[in-house]
């Protein structure tokens, strides 16, 4: 099977409630993931230093295909945003505002499988999917993320 | 012909009746009068002025000044306070969110509105007047007012517009279209305004010509028939000038000294516009043409002759005509110069050119003459108010690096006219571009107060503000000022002083903005990556405030705690000139704070919250996506760099520096 890494968009880092696993490893091992963001996101797949997080819409469609997906788990996050994500954000006054009730919601991925085996696997803290993943993922907004063959 | 003129011109072509007036014996003595008897005559004229701008000299202005008013609404016109009918009825009748008098007055009697409110209304109601007998602008009072009093003055407004749409159902409008006092030579009885708001203060001097040009020129009140008055019979538009920016340049040349020369030798309006419509091919904009070039003419003069009062006085009105010509791309410096040199100016035409070109000689002295750190800021604050350093990197630099000013004026046509049209929600026309260019003119050309240790500041709009603002804040409605800015020299000093003597002052300015002056202190733990008040440092210390504001710096260290100062207080202690502006600037870090989190010890947190760490960007959709992308090189960069070593980092920002470096304020990596 084809398999594709993925650069996803960073539009944010850990928040202070991530909690991590013991001891420090990279990619980092998380057990509750706390995802800040910095800026507007514009596409369903978001990354920060190997971990990453996809849109309701993307996770339901990802979870309902007929075969089930391997080397992953879908898991709450908690989202929220940070003072640099207002200050760009919150002037209505300003072509940069964005309504923050429009924000999607988000299920963190919690991958556990192998690049190049499962249909989620993570390799040099890239994000490596099997092409009917991918395929699937297409479907989805996925303009900055930047894709390469896996081989 | 009003009667009273034709009677005029009957008498005058009855010969018999002249003859007999000049055999009289008054008639023969001033005919036959000695050298001594004109010279008492002249001392005994209020008006030094023989009426001709062609020699002009201050004193003769200066006396003129005064010499009709108009009172209109709130507003008195003359020389002092020039503004056009049509722009004092769209003042008043067109803006929504209008701050006048009566406005005020409503807010300030009406029982429905909070006590505090009515008090501050009743306040500024009394710093407006004071402001203008004085003769300063209104302007920045009227900014706050709008913004302390906003929706008590949208009430205000909704009401009066909803009488006026009754009056207008009842057939009983008495509003007279804008353009009637420029019709007739005298106000004709059923006029809104009433004889009682028309204060003619003729002083006695009745041979000056031009005595009353500098209010017709406003008004366009007075005989239309032989003077230059009523230029326009409505706002100057931007595009009046896009007939005369469309001509070959000898032509635009042609174009602009006809105007001028036509102002210098006192050419009627009918004979301006005759010879202008010749010249461009249609008569559509022609009188915001010669307004226009009349203002920049009269402004000239006055530099020329180093009246900085009347230059300063004329500025605004000569920085909006020069946005106006600009935006309708007609390159005024670049024309003058080569009219002169190129395209050999010659007899009654080298005057006008070279008065064309000595303007854009001076205003380039002007300019050079200010501080080198006064130019930055006042260029950085006209770059960050149009987002120009994202969507315009080149214009933007262009502006930022250069020397003269007639060089950065048509670059910031450019800036501002493509930004307005590309931001969603800045106010997106050329008529954005003219207010800029006429805002940064009127700075530029600000006047100056001495301070008593003998520096010299100028009144810039930001200093008149800033100090009408605190006062406003400061008397809470309770007492009143003493006095206002007056926007003059010799009136400045003492004010001026208040300003700066209390850094209290530029420190509320400041405070507007979350920004303080010096810089707050914030409170980084070890290994954590987030900013701490000393409230919430102290909490988690399990220690007072004021405890943990005296431990020493190692006492700190020792509990994983280092102070810094406040990233964003640094950057705008460092560039105060910003401040204004500080609501349109996201300030980030070059090394990202999340170094601090993930590689304790590789940098420290002073060493992040510097000011060489720290940039300035924009906040306009291309700023943003600019820091998009840095965000993800960033991100990048951790994946390939698990356990990157200082110089790996200092490398990563030196190559972002690089690559978006023009697009920070200020720009670096280079830049």
């Known amino acids: ?151 | 012909m009003s009667d009273a003129k034709a009677n005029e011109k009957g008498e005058r072509l009855d010969s018999n009746k002249e003859s007999d007036t000049l055999k009289t014996a008054d008639a023969q003595s001033a005919r036959t009068a000695s050298a001594s008897d004109l010279t008492t005559v002249e001392k005994s004229r209020t008006n030094a002025s023989d009426g001709s701008l062609a020699r002009y000299s201050s004193s003769d202005l200066a006396a003129q000044e005064h010499s009709i008013e108009l009172v209109f609404g709130d507003r008195v016109a003359s020389r002092k306070d020039k503004i056009s009918e049509s722009e004092l009825l769209n003042q008043q009748a067109q803006s929504p969110d209008n701050v006048n008098t009566q406005g005020l007055e409503s807010v300030a009697k009406d029982d429905g509105v909070p006590q505090e409110k009515r008090a501050l209304a009743s306040m500024i109601q009394d710093m407006r007047a004071q402001s203008k007998a004085l003769g300063a602008s209104t302007t920045a009072l009227d900014d706050y007012a709008r913004e302390a009093l906003k929706q008590e003055l949208n009430a205000v407004s909704s009401r009066h517009t909803v009488d006026h749409d009754d009056l207008e159902q009842c057939g009983e409008h008495h509003f007279e279209p804008r353009i009637s006092i420029l019709e007739s030579a005298a106000p004709p009885a059923n006029k809104t305004m009433s004889p009682d708001n028309v204060r003619l203060a003729q002083k006695s001097d009745s041979g000056v010509t031009d005595k009353g040009e500098a209010v017709k020129s406003v008004t366009g009140y007075g005989d239309s028939s032989n003077n230059q008055m009523s230029f326009v019979s409505r706002t100057p538009e931007p595009e009046d000038w896009g007939g005369v920016g469309a001509l070959p340049e000898d032509r635009q040349s042609e174009v602009l000294t006809t105007a001028v020369r036509g102002r210098v030798e006192h050419w009627t309006v009918a004979e301006s516009e005759e010879r202008l419509g010749a010249l461009v091919g249609a008569t559509e904009g022609l009188g915001t043409v010669l307004q226009d070039l009349a203002h920049l003419t009269d402004f000239a003069h006055a530099c020329m002759f180093g009246d900085k009062e009347t230059a300063s006085d004329l500025g605004a009105k000569a920085g909006a005509a020069v946005g106006r010509m600009l935006v309708g791309e007609v390159k005024l410096f670049n024309l003058s110069e080569r009219y002169l040199n190129d395209l050999g100016a010659q007899g009654d035409w080298l005057k006008p050119a070279k008065d064309l070109y000595n303007l854009g000689s001076h205003i380039d002295k002007t300019w050079g003459d200010l501080p080198a750190r006064e130019q930055e800021r006042l260029k950085y604050q006209f770059v960050v108010e149009m987002g120009a350093g994202a969507l315009l990197p080149e214009q933007a630099q262009a502006v930022l690096k250069s020397g003269k000013l007639t060089e950065i004026l048509p670059n910031m046509a450019k800036i501002a006219h493509k930004t307005g049209s590309e931001l969603a929600h800045a106010p997106a026309d050329a008529k954005k571009t003219v207010a800029a260019i006429k805002g940064f003119f009127e700075d530029v050309h600000a006047p100056e107060a001495v301070m008593p240790d003998g520096r010299t500041v100028r009144l810039t709009r930001e200093i008149r503000g800033l100090y009408l603002m605190s006062q406003a804040e400061e008397l809470g409605g309770a007492a009143k000022p003493i006095e206002m800015l007056t926007g003059k020299p010799q009136r400045g000093v003492e004010h001026v002083e208040r300003v700066f003597e209390s850094p209290e002052i530029i420190a509320r300015f400041a405070r507007r903005f979350g920004i303080d002056i010096p810089p707050k202190t914030v409170y980084f733990f070890e290994g954590e990556k987030e900013a701490h008040t000393a409230e919430i440092a102290a909490r988690r210390l399990g220690v007072s405030v004021e405890q943990l504001q005296n431990q020493s710096e190692a006492s700190l260290m020792a509990h994983g705690l280092q102070k810094v100062n406040d990233h964003r207080d640094v950057y705008f202690n460092k560039y105060p000139g910003l401040i204004a502006v500080a609501d349109r600037i996201v300030v980030e870090r070059g090394v990202p704070e999340w170094v601090l989190r993930d590689h304790p010890g590789l940098f420290s947190a002073a060493e992040l919250n510097e000011l060489s760490n720290l940039r300035g960007l924009a906040k306009t959709e291309e700023s943003l996506n600019h820091y998009r992308n840095i965000h993800n090189i960033w991100n990048q960069f951790r994946c390939d760099y698990p356990d990157p070593t200082r110089q790996q980092v200092l490398n990563q920002l030196k190559a972002i520096d690089k690559e978006f470096g023009k697009h920070f304020l200020p720009p670096t990596g280079g830049h």
């Open chain 1, 1 to 151: 099977m084809k398999y594709f890494a993925l650069k996803a968009e960073s539009a944010g880092d850990f928040g202070i409630n991530t909690k991590f696993a013991k001891p420090p490893s990279k990619p980092p091992q998380v057990q509750h993931l706390h995802y800040v963001l910095d800026v507007w996101p514009v596409d369903e797949l978001l990354g920060t230093a190997g971990v990453y997080i996809v849109s309701e819409s993307m996770g339901k469609r990802l979870q309902s295909l007929t075969i089930p997906v391997s080397g992953v788990s879908f898991e709450a996050v908690e989202v929220t945003t940070s003072e640099r994500f207002n200050s760009w954000h919150s002037d209505s006054a300003l072509s940069t505002y964005k309504d923050i009730s429009l924000l999607p919601r988000y299920v963190w991925l919690n991958v556990n499988g192998q690049a190049g085996i499962d249909d989620f696997g993570i390799d040099k803290e890239r994000l490596v999917v099997s092409i009917r993943v991918y395929t699937a993922m297409r479907m989805h907004r996925l303009s900055n993320c930047k894709v390469v063959d896996f081989d």
